[in-house]
């Protein structure tokens, strides 16, 4: 009799709690679900597009041709444009003719900072043969300048020769090109070879 007293009296305290207990479950699963929504709207915060070939040009000039086979546009705070799949940029002169190319297995352009990474075999043709070969490679677009921080090999047709650094930085057209822990053998022009007492 004692313990139906007590049980009785328990009753009411218990179904507050209960109701509480039962609140807090809600919530819980409520908060899941705006989870979930928002990992859908981060989701579709990202436009793809597939075999891309962008064209750019200057005063009806085309000075770069870009290709990829996919191009993912983030709409978020970066606004980065990504290829993840890898890329490829051609550039020309005034009179339409092609003067490098750049190719890797992954690129970024990142718009806030306005630097463009090319990433994994990078490789620079040059229009005169000259080619050029990393993991990494920078682009700032308010500099108007390349460069890295890893192992860079650079084999030019001129009288450079073969080079390697460390690191590196440099002009679009690579003539200005500053390495650091640069070696490498200079090609002598016909000039430049010592007579021996001749």
Do not use: W
């Given at each position: 009799?004692i313990?139906a007293?007590?049980?009785t009296?328990a009753?009411?305290?218990?179904?507050?709690?209960?109701?509480g207990?039962?609140?807090?479950?809600?919530?819980?699963?409520?908060?899941?679900?705006?989870?979930?929504?928002e990992?859908?709207?981060k989701e579709?915060?990202?436009?793809?597009?597939?075999?891309?070939k962008?064209?750019?040009s200057?005063?009806a000039?085309?000075?770069?041709?870009?290709?990829?086979?996919?191009?993912?546009?983030?709409h978020?705070?970066?606004?980065?444009?990504?290829?993840?799949?890898g890329?490829?940029?051609?550039?020309?002169d005034?009179?339409?003719k092609?003067?490098?190319?750049?190719?890797?297995?992954?690129?970024?352009?990142?718009s806030i900072?306005g630097?463009t990474?090319?990433r994994?075999?990078v490789?620079?043709?040059?229009?005169?043969?000259?080619v050029?070969k990393?993991?990494?490679?920078?682009?700032?677009?308010?500099k108007?300048?390349?460069y890295?921080?890893?192992?860079?090999?650079m084999?030019?047709?001129?009288?450079?020769?073969?080079?390697?650094?460390?690191?590196?930085?440099?002009?679009?057209?690579?003539?200005?090109?500053?390495?650091?822990s640069?070696?490498?053998?200079m090609?002598p022009?016909?000039?430049?070879?010592?007579?021996?007492g001749?």
């Amino acid at each position: 009799m004692i313990l139906a007293r007590h049980i009785t009296h328990a009753i009411p305290l218990l179904i507050p709690f209960l109701i509480g207990v039962l609140s807090l479950c809600s919530c819980e699963n409520d908060m899941k679900d705006i989870d979930d929504i928002e990992n859908i709207q981060k989701e579709e915060a990202v436009d793809i597009s597939i075999d891309v070939k962008i064209i750019y040009s200057d005063s009806a000039v085309v000075k770069a041709e870009l290709t990829g086979p996919e191009l993912r546009i983030y709409h978020d705070s970066t606004g980065n444009y990504e290829f993840q799949k890898g890329l490829q940029i051609i550039f020309f002169d005034n009179d339409g003719k092609e003067t490098q190319r750049i190719k890797s297995d992954y690129g970024v352009q990142r718009s806030i900072e306005g630097i463009t990474e090319f990433r994994k075999n990078v490789v620079i043709n040059m229009a005169d043969g000259s080619v050029i070969k990393t993991e990494e490679l920078f682009y700032d677009e308010k500099k108007k300048e390349y460069y890295n921080s890893v192992p860079i090999e650079m084999q030019f047709t001129d009288s450079r020769g073969n080079m390697q650094a460390t690191s590196f930085r440099s002009d679009v057209d690579f003539k200005n090109i500053r390495g650091e822990s640069m070696t490498g053998f200079m090609i002598p022009s016909s000039g430049q070879v010592p007579s021996f007492g001749r």
